[in-house]
């Protein structure tokens, strides 16, 4: 525990609000008389349905085949009958409906017949990483990308850390915190195995010192299996430690490049509950078909943590958790910080839901007045990325996007900060994701308006060349065919001279700040960003109007 | 359940413009009072006419730009212009001077640029020089502190001379004022005399000015509350009086004769009203912390120039005005390095 710290810039104390839910043991909800399970409850390519309607299933049977690599397959998490194939509202920051498998429960919750492997060790990585590709393993923190994606160092680096995120910093969540308590030898039975299919030299579980239950049956748990190369670390609890960034800072003194990933430094970084679930896919051959979920907020009658089917509908949460306190709430998937509203109870939990927040006034009272930016540099005080949260304010207000993109907005991690501390109200983040969000859109754009011309150079130029070759035709009629061979040729010559061009302009183009090597936290940046603008939900021009009035 | 579609965060600190603005104003009150206490009714007036005229004017602009006028208003940035300018104008001056001021401040300087958080300089500083320039017989007539003058002014003779430019006295106006201790000094020094000759000038206390010594006192008391309560950063203060502090020191240590010994400085004029009331204004100084800390220096170090050299006694104002305009530079060349990037941007 004598493992030295290295603090990251800005970050916040945020009321914790955790005790809400901690104060009552870890439940299991029932069975719901029905599954909502979406095909895409990952970053990436949907899967691909594998059942029909009418459909007997099996609790831990696969439903659909991940479709590329960066994909995930999901499971059923109770046996039942395959009712629908359809789209379905699911929880996304557009509100958008997606398509999802409808399973009517039989209520045996009977499992498919499954094997764990004892002897993980005796697995190469990527028969590994194969195990929890198939068991369908995302990053359980919230982002949601494959997990065995990020277990593959690929040739290029040496691991030498990886790290397990059990920093939980955002208030009110506390399902990491309640699985370390009940379910730690799971933890660090996945962190063993993560460490072997990366052939990392250690591994650092950095945990908030606002768990000291949690630290403590971790470290426990740590003597029974003595794992000389796995350490526990507290560290001191301060909004966004949990950020991948922020605690890799913490716990390594490293900072990951801007634009680059972890691995880029040696360092891999998975949420615990994910190594959790990576020990059960791998031991017991169970997919990832439950996680636990925080039910909170003051509009909740019994605040709790909870074990959950995914797919079940939200609706039955919160029943099972006493309904609601008949206070006006509103539903927040996420914490207070980085979690979104959601407008039905009707959806379904999925592999990246953590926290149900049911938040009255007392939990998220309405904001003061808005007026403008005094410059009072609050912002960029507890801004983490080191930004200029003001100045960006000023050019996504103004839709300047390249000097919002001069003062990095692509490193605003959205974080929260700076929209928590600003004296004048002003909803900053939500112009960062507005002006992110335009500017994907508008390269995107020009993308299309790229090809669209050189889709049209190329037709004039083979309207000419075939001009041009009629005209040699007449003339000499006589030798047409062999000219037009010829003229074949070359224009294979010239189409291949064409593509190669193309192909390079690609390459050299100017990305939104480089678009390749992204991220987690990026991709999910672009992913959300993207439904955001087919949602059209997030355009802060009718606040903009507001302000300074 | 409630169907407000939210963006996060969904919650928030505890901070609010008009808190901050009402605190700063009300750190302001015990050198106001102390004011009043030393100096009479005056101030009182300087006070009441300021403020009303603040509102009013800002209500009169926000109007014909046709925006909100009541949530402005209650943002109190004019309520602090207004209390900035009354404590720093001459105790005892006609009802015009105050009006004056304050309308174009507030008009002038905050308003016509966009209103709050657009203004480039300080309201209150930008209505204090413009009527040190244009009315200098009016900005330098000081009533001296009561326990060093002949008579006494009650309220209703005071609000005579306000509002009706007469005195009931013998001698008007003249027998009441006196030179403000920096005015004393420099005008003495003028006249070759020695720093020696001038301390026993009655005007001069302890370490300022007599009375003076007393309202800059109660100043560094609500600056210090301000830095307690984490209104203002101790960069800009420390900075500034840090430079003034130093160069004075320096300049005094060559040759005592002719320069006021640094403590004096600090505890006379402007200086700590300027380091933690007005430099410290976010709108028109320098955000980042290495920003602030050159924002400071620049102020002091003006200061000193112009108290020592210049031709106006206090250069507090004409300092802070200068670096408000090098505000913006300084914040570019500031900017910090963003997480993850090596060196530079
Ligand atoms: S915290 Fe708000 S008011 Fe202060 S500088 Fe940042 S954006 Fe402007
Ligand atoms: S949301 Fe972005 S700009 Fe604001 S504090 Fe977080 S990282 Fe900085």
Known sequence: MSHQLHPFPGGLHLPGNKGLSTDRDLATAAVPPTLIIPLQQHIGAPAKPLVAVGDRVLKGQILATPEGYVSAPVHASSSGTVIAIEERPVPHPSGLAA?????????????????????????????????????????????????????NPGARTEIDTLILNGAECEP?????????????????????????????????IGIED?????????????????????????????????????????????????????????????????AASVYRAVERGEPLISRIVTVTGHGAARPQNLKVRIGTPIR????????????????????????????????????????LLLATEEDIPSRGPVNPCIRCGECARVCPALLLPQQLYWHARAKDFDKAQDYNLFDCIECGCCTYVCPSNLP???????????????????????????????????IEREKEEKAARHKTKAKAVKKDAAADEKKAVIQAAMERAKAKREAAEVQPKNTENLSEAQKRQIEEAETRRAAKTDNPAEQASEENK | M???????????????????????????????????????????????????????????????????????????????????????????????????????????????????????????????????????????????????????LDLSATAAYVFGGQLPLQGGIDSLTMATPLDTVKTRLGLEHTMGEILRDPVLGILGGRGWEIVNAMVLLGGLWMLFRRLITWHVPVAMLGTLFVTSGLFHLIDPEHYSGPLFHIASGGALLGAFFIATDPVSGATSTRGRIIF???????????????????????????????APTIDYYTRPRVFGHTGGH
């Open chain 1, 210 to 274: 606002n768990k000291p239950e949690a630290i403590a049956a971790v470290q426990k748990a740590l003597q029974h299996l003595d794992e000389k190369e796995i350490q526990v670390v507290e560290i001191p609890t301060r909004y966004p430690t949990g950020g991948e960034k922020q605690l890799i800072k913490v716990l390594t003194g490293k900072e990951v490049p801007s634009q680059g990933l972890p691995i880029d430094i040696g360092i891999v970084c998975h949420n615990v509950a994910t």
């Open chain 2, 2 to 152: 409630s169907m407000l579609k939210a963006s996060s965060p969904h919650i928030h600190g505890p901070a609010a413009v008009n808190a901050v603005m009402l605190e700063v104003s009300l750190a302001l009150l015990p050198a106001l009072a102390a004011y009043t206490w030393l100096f009479g009714w005056g101030v009182i007036f300087n006070v009441l006419l300021a403020i009303a005229t603040a509102l009013l004017s800002e209500a009169a602009v926000l109007r014909m730009r046709g925006r909100e006028v009541a949530a402005t208003l209650g943002d109190g940035s004019a309520l602090l212009t207004a209390l900035l300018l009354a404590i720093a104008l001459p105790p005892l001056a006609p009802w015009w001077l105050i009006v004056v001021g304050t309308a174009f401040a507030i008009i002038f300087a905050k308003q016509l640029y966009g209103g709050l958080g657009f203004n480039p300089f300080n309201p209150a500083m930008v209505g204090y020089v413009v009527l040190l320039i244009s009315f200098p017989l009016e900005m330098t007539s000081w009533l001296a502190p009561l326990d060093v003058r002949e008579h006494t």
């Open chain 1, 99 to 151: 398509p999802s498998i409808v399973i009517e429960t039989d209520g045996e919750d009977r499992w498919i017949e499954h094997n764990g492997h004892s002897d993980y060790a005796s697995l190469d990585p990527s028969e590994l990483r194969n195990i929890i590709r198939d068991a369908g393993i995302v990053g359980l923190g919230g982002a949601g990308f494959p997990s065995f994606i990020k277990l």
């Open chain 1, 428 to 462: 900053l983040v939500q112009y960062y994701r507005f002006a992110k969000t335009e500017i994907w859109a508008q390269e995107r754009e020009r993308k299309a308006a790229d090809k669209a011309r050189e889709r049209h150079e190329f037709r004039q130029f083979r």
């Open chain 2, 296 to 326: 400071g220096i620049g102020v002091g170090l003006f200061t000193f120039i112009i108290r020592a050299w210049g031709g106006y006694p206090d250069g507090v104002a004409f300092s802070i005005l200068l670096m408000n305009m090098a």
């Open chain 1, 316 to 355: 039955d949460l919160l029943q099972a958790a006493g309904g609601d306190n008949s206070k006006p709430y509103t539903l927040i998937m996420g914490g207070p910080m980085m979690g979104f509203t959601l407008d039905s109870e009707a959806l379904p939990t999925t592999k990246t839901t953590n926290c």
């Open chain 1, 172 to 204: 009110y969540i506390s399902c990491d915190d309640m699985l370390m308590r009940e379910h730690a030898d799971q933890v660090l039975l996945g962190a063993r195995i993560m460490r072997h299919a990366l052939h990392a030299r250690q591994c650092l």
